[in-house]
C-alpha cells in the first residue's frame, strides 16, 4: 500500500474557517486508492503569505521528501502557493524528489498512472494559477473601491478602541502555551496541548519572538 501525506489549509488565522472538509475528501480519496494516510498537516495562514513564511507547509515537504512518502495529497492548487511561480517552484522540487502531488479540485498528478511525468501538468498550473491571480486582483479592486466609498461618507476602518488585548493580557490568558513554546515544544504539538488554533501559536510564537 503506497503511503500518503495530507495538507490542508485555509486563509483564516482564526477559528472561523475549518480544515476538517479538505481533510475528510482527501482521506476519502487516500481510501479509493488503496493509499494510507501517514500523517495530516493542517495550517491556518493568509493565501497571501509566500511559502517561506508557511512553517507547516515546509515542515509537511520536509517531512514528505525525507521520509520517501509517495503522494502528497492537497485540496486545490492555491493551497501550494500564492502564485504560480510559487506553485510551479514546489511542483518541482517534489517532482525532482519523486513525490507525486495528487490536486484534487483541479484531479491533477504530477506523475500518470505509469509513473510518468504528467506532460500537461505545467500548462495546466500556468493557466488555472493565471486565471486565480486574475480573480484575487478583482476581488481587491472591488474590496479597495467599497473602503474608499465608505470613507468618503464618513465611515470609519480598524478596531474599536479597547478591542485589542495588550502584550500582557495575552501573557497572562496565553501562558501556558508561551511556557511549551519556550520549552521548544511544536506549534502543532502546542496547538493539542493547549486546545487552541495552530494560527493561534503561531502568532504567539512571532509576536513575543520565541
Do not use: W
Not at 503569505?49 to 503522494?71: G, T, W
Not at 495528487?102 to 491533477?108: A, D, G, H, R, V
Not at 504530477?110 to 486565480?132: H, M, R, Y
Not at 501573557?171 to 495552530?198: F, H, M, N, P, W
Amino acid at each position: 500500500m503506497k503511503k500518503a501525506v495530507i495538507y490542508a489549509r485555509v486563509s483564516s488565522t482564526n477559528d472561523r474557517q475549518s480544515t476538517d472538509r479538505q481533510v475528510i475528501d482527501l482521506k476519502t480519496y487516500a481510501s479509493s486508492n488503496d493509499m494510507e494516510v501517514v500523517k495530516v498537516y493542517e495550517e491556518h495562514i493568509s493565501g497571501a503569505k509566500k511559502n517561506e513564511e508557511r512553517p507547516i507547509l515546509c515542515e509537511c515537504l520536509d517531512y514528505c521528501i525525507s521520509n520517501k512518502i509517495d503522494s502528497l495529497l492537497i485540496s486545490e492548487l492555491s493551497r501550494l502557493g500564492r502564485n504560480v511561480d510559487e506553485v510551479l517552484a514546489n511542483v518541482k522540487l517534489c517532482k525532482d524528489n519523486n513525490l507525486n502531488i495528487y490536486f484534487q479540485k483541479e484531479n491533477l498528478n504530477i506523475f500518470q498512472s505509469d509513473g510518468t511525468k504528467n506532460p500537461f501538468l505545467n500548462i495546466f498550473i500556468s493557466v488555472l494559477g493565471t486565471c486565480a491571480e486574475m480573480e484575487r486582483e478583482n476581488i481587491k479592486f472591488r474590496l479597495n473601491s467599497g473602503r474608499a466609498k465608505y470613507i468618503a461618507e464618513g465611515g470609519k476602518l480598524g478596531r474599536k478602541e479597547g478591542s485589542v488585548k495588550t502584550k500582557e493580557q495575552k501573557q497572562e490568558e496565553y501562558k501556558q502555551v508561551l511556557r511549551e513554546l519556550k520549552k521548544g515544544t511544536s506549534i502543532r504539538k502546542v496547538a493539542k496541548l493547549c486546545d487552541v488554533s495552530v494560527s493561534t501559536v503561531q502568532r504567539l510564537k512571532t509576536e513575543f519572538d520565541l
